[in-house]
């Protein structure tokens, strides 16, 4: 089927997600809780964009919103910029030490709006990615603590997680670098504890740290080769070409 987005004319099937098919056809539209490898957030609520069926407008969340009829969209309408210029200004009054936040009110035009009361401190906008992250890629060693004002993520107890494999994966996907991860030459300290670096064998690059290969040895069964992703690949290119010969 056809979707009209900002006038352009956009192919899609049925299903998809709106903010999937514009960024297909180069139509940019903010996210900060989105992330390609953990889908179906829709809480940041900084995608929105207005929909046209049948001359009614309606604001929908394009991450989350599957097509499924023909439809006008616009993402920088006047209700759109009013409302993501409201949701911006008080995510950075929850996160005001946030450049990302702060950035974004920039561009998108956020009021200033001074009944609101501005938060201590911090990065983080509450948008669950890292939660999410940790679950489906890793070993659920974070969750979101304590409710209203004071909720926030934070392994159990604010302790070092004895489940904890230093993986990253929280402080890759934050949309606002709220997780403080560090690392050296031979260490990655995140959430308040240290992990030993391995190093690809071949390049000397680091591969990860020895918890997260031993847990992606238990989950795929396999022993780790001890090489990093590149060094994989040109091994893989040269097996190839030795097996069917170069072109």
């Excluded at 900060?32 to 929909?51: F, N, P, S």
């Excluded at 499924?68 to 995510?91: A, D, P, W, Y």
């Excluded at 402080?171 to 992990?195: D, H, M, N, S």
């Excluded at 391995?198 to 680091?206: I, K």
Aim: proline share 4%.
């Amino acid at each position: 089927m056809t979707i009209t987005i900002n006038g352009v004319p956009c192919e899609c099937e049925k299903g998809e997600y709106l903010l999937q098919v514009a960024r297909r056809n180069g139509i940019i539209i903010p996210t900060l809780c989105h992330h390609e490898a953990v889908a179906g957030q829709g809480c940041c609520r900084v995608c929105i964009v207005e929909l046209v069926e049948h001359g009614k407008g309606r604001i929908v969340v394009s991450c989350v919103f599957p097509v499924e009829r023909e439809c006008e969209v616009f993402t920088n309408s006047e209700k759109v910029r009013r409302q993501r210029g409201m949701i911006l200004r008080l995510l950075q009054m929850r996160a005001p030490e946030s450049p990302e936040i702060r950035g974004l009110c920039q561009i998108y035009g956020a009021p200033e709006v001074e009944r609101f009361v501005r938060a201590s401190g911090g990065k983080c906008v509450m948008c669950g990615l890292c939660v999410k992250a940790c679950a489906e890629l890793s070993v659920g060693a974070i969750s979101t603590v304590s409710r209203g004002v004071t909720k926030e993520i934070a392994t159990p107890y604010h302790e070092p997680s004895s489940v904890c494999v230093g993986c990253g994966s929280c402080a890759a996907v934050c949309p606002t670098r709220a997780i403080e991860l560090t690392e050296t030459e031979t260490e990655r300290t995140i959430w308040g504890k240290t992990f030993r670096l391995l190093r690809c064998a071949s390049c000397g690059a680091p591969i990860g740290t020895e918890e997260e290969i031993r847990l992606a040895e238990e989950r795929s069964g396999q022993e780790p080769d001890g090489l990093c992703r590149d060094c994989r690949k040109k091994r893989m290119a040269l097996v190839f070409a030795q097996t069917y010969g170069e072109a």
